[in-house]
């Protein structure tokens, strides 16, 4: 079974950081893509950042571009979202979810974490 766990979120003010986490544990799979998507409440599930591994790039939505970075520790199967300089329309329920290729559209992905609640006020 493919399990993905976030954590790290929690509450901020605008301006600060927060660092995210994903643990994923089942996918033996050595190439493919972990994307971060958001979900603010009536609003549609949007892309943030997607990493490919391998070394691949990784791709930023534009409103999170210079703000957020992606980064991965293979030896704990955990990839990290750095937010800096928060927003108030940064505050989304925030997943991790794996696909076999990199891409930011939600309906390619396979599976997903349960999510992890970033609230950034003014």
């Known amino acids: 079974q493919v399990q993905l766990v976030e954590s790290g979120g929690g509450s901020v003010q605008a301006g600060g950081a927060l660092r995210l986490s994903c643990v994923a544990s089942g996918y033996t799979y050595s190439n493919y893509a972990i994307g971060w998507f958001r979900q603010a409440p009536g609003k549609e599930r949007e892309g943030v950042a997607v990493m490919y591994t391998g070394g691949g790039r990784t791709l930023y939505a534009d409103s999170v571009k210079g703000r957020f970075t992606t980064s991965q520790d293979n030896a704990k199967n955990t990839v990290y979202l750095q937010m800096n300089s928060l927003k108030p329309e940064d505050t989304a329920m925030y997943y991790c979810?794996?696909?076999?290729?990199?891409?930011?559209?939600?309906?390619?992905?396979?599976?997903w974490g349960q999510g992890t609640q970033v609230t950034v006020s003014s």
């Open positions: 979810a794996i696909s076999v290729m990199p891409t930011m559209r939600v309906a390619d992905y396979n599976y």
